[in-house]
């Protein structure tokens, strides 16, 4: 499986940006998939998830803010970002997983796209 994550860019706080994340290869095998970031000098933390029912989970700061889909038949992931903050700040990365035959889990990255938030 391969990602390509796209859309990041500058905005002002308080503006709104979509990212998409397009799988090729073996996307038919992804089960769940989920945005994660990494802000100057932090670790990696989980932003959204979905699963291949469209359950969705958030982290809390970005509730009400941030929007997780999926085009299963366009193999895409989207993340919509309203309400952009400048802790926002990050590089954001889509993760993909399958699952094989032996139920191991198997995590895909894409290479990150760069979203700066100014005040």
């Known amino acids: 499986v391969q990602l390509q994550a796209s859309g990041g860019g500058l905005v002002q706080a308080g503006g709104s940006l979509r990212l998409s994340c397009a799988a090729s290869?073996?996307?038919?095998?992804?089960?769940?998939m989920a945005w994660y970031r990494q802000g100057p000098g932090k670790q990696y933390d989980l932003v959204a998830f979905?699963?291949?029912?469209?359950?969705?989970d958030y982290r809390d700061s970005v509730k009400g803010r941030f929007s997780v889909s999926r085009d299963g038949a366009k193999n895409l992931m989207y993340l919509q970002m309203d309400s952009l903050k400048p802790e926002d700040t990050a590089i954001y990365y889509c993760r993909a997983t399958t699952t094989d035959y032996l139920g191991e889990e198997h995590n895909y990255w894409g290479q990150g796209t760069l979203v700066t938030v100014s005040s």
């Open positions: 979905i699963d291949s029912g469209g359950s969705t």
């Open positions: 290869g073996s996307a038919f095998s992804i089960k769940t």
